[in-house]
């Protein structure tokens, strides 16, 4: 493992002790309202502080977005942090939630960890070495076609813009898939996918930090991520679209006709 994703490691771990260490007691945590249904809680600064902590130590000269503490200036490595993603889950006691975190070179993923506390899933990669769950090797699903898979979304809830738009993208992937889950952190959708656990996932309105991390798994276990028209800005515009290749292409042709105008860059 290249020394750069074992500090991502190193910081994922340290971040999930700080969010488990709460879990069961998260009535008593003070908690506020940053939008209409964006949450923060103590313990997403918490575990933001531990995670930039560590990489601090490592890295006092890289770059830093964090979603709590936003941007913290340095060289041309930049670090993207979300100290927990899913935290709409974790206050109501869901039990699926991840600390996500990855590393960007110029503009080149190159380092990945996502962590989930809950089930002590460390899942890995390094650009170039494939990705890792725990010391196993990840590839993502052979489903070969649309029909029969089985697809992660994520439903807007705080930005509802699209949502007219979003319900015909559900209703064109409900006919004719296996079925739609919607587990409720982004970071971990994309982990899932490349474990084969899922064969395809698109959302709408994403930011960086939920899936950075996620996107360099996902394509170090052979699948593919793109922005909603299949074009390569989804991490400027937040719209995407991952899955293994075959499945991706399929999504990309049939969420096509529901992309709104303002898509369409
Ligand atoms: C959220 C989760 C969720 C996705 C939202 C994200 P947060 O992150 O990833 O799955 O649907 O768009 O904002 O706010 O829990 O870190
Ligand atoms: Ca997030
Ligand atoms: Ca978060």
Redesign the pocket.
């Known amino acids: 493992m290249n020394p750069t994703t074992n500090i991502a490691v190193r910081a994922a771990r340290e971040a999930g002790r700080v969010v488990m260490r709460y879990f069961n007691r998260i009535e008593t945590l003070a908690i506020t309202e940053k939008q209409t249904n964006?949450y923060v809680s103590e313990v997403d600064r918490a575990a933001e502080d531990a995670i930039i902590d560590t990489i601090r130590r490592a890295y006092p000269h890289h770059a830093i977005l964090a979603?709590e503490s936003g941007a913290h200036d340095g060289n041309e490595y930049q670090w993207i942090i979300?100290p927990?993603?899913?935290?709409?889950?974790y206050l109501h006691g869901l039990p699926q939630?991840s600390i996500s975190i990855a590393l960007q070179h110029r503009d080149e993923l190159i380092s990945a960890a996502v962590y989930d506390p809950v089930r002590d899933e460390m899942f890995t990669a390094s650009r170039g070495n494939g990705a890792l769950l725990n010391d196993r090797r990840l590839r993502v699903s052979d489903q070969k076609i649309l029909k029969g898979a089985l697809i992660g979304t994520?439903?807007p809830?705080?930005d509802q813009r699209y949502l007219d738009e979003y319900l015909g993208m559900l209703k064109a992937m409900v006919k004719d898939t296996a079925g739609i889950r919607r587990?409720?952190?982004?970071?971990l959708?994309f982990c899932w996918l490349a474990a084969g656990r899922m064969d395809g996932f698109w959302?709408l309105?994403?930011?960086a930090w939920?899936f950075a991390a996620g996107s360099l798994i996902v394509r170090e276990a052979g699948g593919a991520v793109s922005d909603i028209r299949g074009g390569s800005r989804q991490l400027e515009s937040g719209n995407v679209i991952a899955g293994n290749v075959r499945v991706h292409r399929e999504m990309v042709q049939r969420l096509a006709p529901h992309v709104p105008e303002a898509m369409r860059f």
């Open positions: 964006d979603e979300d927990l993603d899913g935290t709409t889950n939630f994520g439903i809830f705080r587990p409720g952190s982004a970071a959708d959302e309105g994403l930011s939920d």
